[in-house]
């Protein structure tokens, strides 16, 4: 199976923050990866797609990048609903579409 | 628009089984898979498996195999997803979702299982 890892597990900033949070995939996952946000006590909402697309609806602020093993989504100026927890997601191949273990943005 | 319905929470005792639905609305059901996914408190998210809801093709997690089944009624537009021999751990929400990757989820079921 894929291994997804994402740094940090907690992350603390301020409204207006530039955020970045990384994950790494333990073999090359080509643009197969997905972010996606998480709210207390709702699901997760898709964020990106083909590690850099954006979802329709999702604001101009969140973006992602890279190809291979690593990739990041960047908040480019953290606004109060944006806190929340964010998980990555490969879905390359019929390998298990294994989640992030997860970050977790907190007011600082 | 697309929204993804499930049933209610559950309350089960080990070894039991649990079947959750989800109903879909506002697009053509079998035109997408359906995904099921859990996580359990405090925990990140676990795929357990899909089915293509146009051909009832499944694929199941392998931590899952044995213990889970995926169904879909097309006329109804619903997904079912049935766990068996239930444990402790399997105390979690229980999601479904629409396609790879995920664009819509539904709200999300409790199962607690507990003796």
């Known amino acids: 199976d894929i291994q997804m890892t994402q740094s940090p597990s907690t992350l603390s900033a301020s409204v207006g923050d530039r955020v970045t949070i990384t994950c790494r995939a333990s073999q090359s996952i080509s643009s197969w990866l997905a972010w996606y946000q998480q709210k207390p006590g709702k699901a997760p909402q898709l964020l990106i797609f083909?590690?850099?697309s954006l979802e329709s609806g999702v604001p101009s602020r969140f973006s992602g990048s890279g190809s291979g093993t690593e990739f990041t989504l960047t908040i480019s100026s953290l606004q109060p609903d944006d806190f929340a927890s964010y998980y990555c997601q490969q879905y390359y191949s019929y390998s298990p579409w294994m989640f992030g273990q997860g970050t977790r943005v907190e007011i600082k | 628009q697309v929204q993804l319905v499930q049933s209610g929470a559950e309350v089960k005792k080990p070894g039991a089984s649990v079947k959750v639905s989800c109903k879909a609305s506002g697009y053509s059901f079998t035109t997408y898979a359906i995904q099921w996914v859990r996580q359990a408190p405090g925990q990140s998210l676990e795929w357990l498996g899909w089915?293509?809801?146009?051909?009832?093709?499944?694929r199941y997690s392998q931590n899952f195999q044995g213990r889970l089944t995926i169904t879909t009624d097309t006329s109804a537009t619903t997904a079912y997803m049935d766990l068996s021999s239930l444990r402790s751990e399997d105390t979690a929400i229980y999601f479904c979702?629409?396609?790879?990757?995920?664009?819509?989820w539904g709200q999300g079921t409790l199962v607690t299982v507990s003796s």
């Open positions: 083909k590690a850099s």
């Open positions: 979702a629409r396609k790879i990757p995920f664009d819509s």
């Open positions: 089915i293509d809801a146009g051909n009832g093709n499944t």
